[in-house]
């Protein structure tokens, strides 16, 4: 192995993604992302060498002296402290994702109450989701730390940049580490503004051919999307169909969010303010006269 200052696969030198790995730790921890020492960070150095995070250190506090070097199949190279317990998990997403460099792996509390609920993330709400995330898969569950645990990304990564980590967090990936960070703090405040948004009453989709429309601006900037390949010319942009054929196997069921309207559907239109259900009214009444026991009024 060359010595670790002499691999380049980045215009940044070995000190730099350091610095920048610690960087995002900080992020990671001034957000609320990761409590005591959770989460992990990791940069593919090259074929065989990934720098990532230690073992035990608060992410919010790490110096680049604390960072390790791995192989592809985890065994340590280089660090005075002990690599990620959880490295497997980023060593499987880049060797399922070759253009992946960079994964980040952290405890994001909005994002982290949809994966312990297993709550599908609402499609076709927020522009700036459809553009970046796409559909957001939920794994199944599996103790933390192991191959097993590793591999229920599989399913899901060569189609998605984040995914949710039933009952324990999030995991993003991308060609830089910062790129990578980007996704999940783009997840973690969807969740939150979809939570807000239950709060008032309702979530207001999208309708599809508006939800066409970002898809298409998403193609012309480059991004990939599943809706967008060869034989989901079809499928019906709101309406998970690209995961949820993963739902029974990993205990995922929407039961706090409406599904959005069905393709063809017209939007549902939204109620003034002052605006009286007289139907409704009608069978309170009816219904409040029959416990009472006294003649329905006119």
């Known amino acids: ?25 900080r992020r990671i921890y001034a957000k609320g992302f990761a409590a005591g020492n959770d989460g992990n960070i990791s940069f593919r150095l090259g074929p065989n060498e990934v ?3 230690p073992t035990l250190v608060s992410k919010g506090f790490m110096k680049p002296a604390d960072l390790c070097i791995v192989d592809m199949e985890g065994n340590q190279l280089d660090g005075v402290r002990k690599r990620s317990s959880e490295i497997l998990l980023h060593l499987t997403i880049m060797k399922e994702r070759p253009d992946v ?43 933390p730390g192991g191959q097993k645990f590793a591999d ?6 060569k189609h998605a940049n984040v995914m949710i980590l039933a009952n324990h967090g999030t995991v993003s990936c991308g060609e830089t580490v910062e790129r990578a960070y980007w996704w999940t703090e783009i997840l973690d405040a969807y969740c939150r503004i979809l939570m807000l948004a239950k709060d008032l009453g309702r979530v207001s989709h999208l309708t599809r051919a508006e939800t066409q429309e970002l898809l298409d601006l998403k ?9 967008l390949e060869k034989g989901m010319e079809g499928c019906d942009v709101c309406g998970h169909d690209v995961f ?3 739902w029974a196997a990993t205990g995922v069921a929407r039961t706090a ?7 063809g559907a017209d939007r549902q239109p939204v109620p003034s303010a002052g605006a009286i259900d ?15 026991g006294v003649p329905t009024p006119g």
């Open 1 to 25: 192995m060359p010595a670790p200052e002499q691999i380049r696969t980045s215009d940044k030198s070995l000190a730099e993604l350091k610095e920048e790995i610690c960087d995002i730790g």
């Open 244 to 246: 949820r054929s993963t």
């Open 278 to 292: 007289h139907e409704a009214v009608a069978r309170i009444v009816r219904e409040v006269c029959k416990q009472l």
């Open 152 to 157: 229920t990304v599989k399913p899901f990564v």
């Open 51 to 53: 720098l990532c995070t």
């Open 219 to 227: 193609a012309k900037w480059g991004f990939a999307d599943p809706r």
């Open 257 to 263: 969010f409406a599904p959005p309207p069905p393709a």
């Open 101 to 143: 460099n960079a994964v980040v792996h952290c405890h994001p509390p909005h994002a982290t109450a949809f994966a312990v609920a297993r709550e599908p993330i609402p499609q076709c709400v927020l522009p700036e989701v459809e553009i970046f995330l796409g559909e957001v898969p939920i794994t199944r569950y599996e103790t």
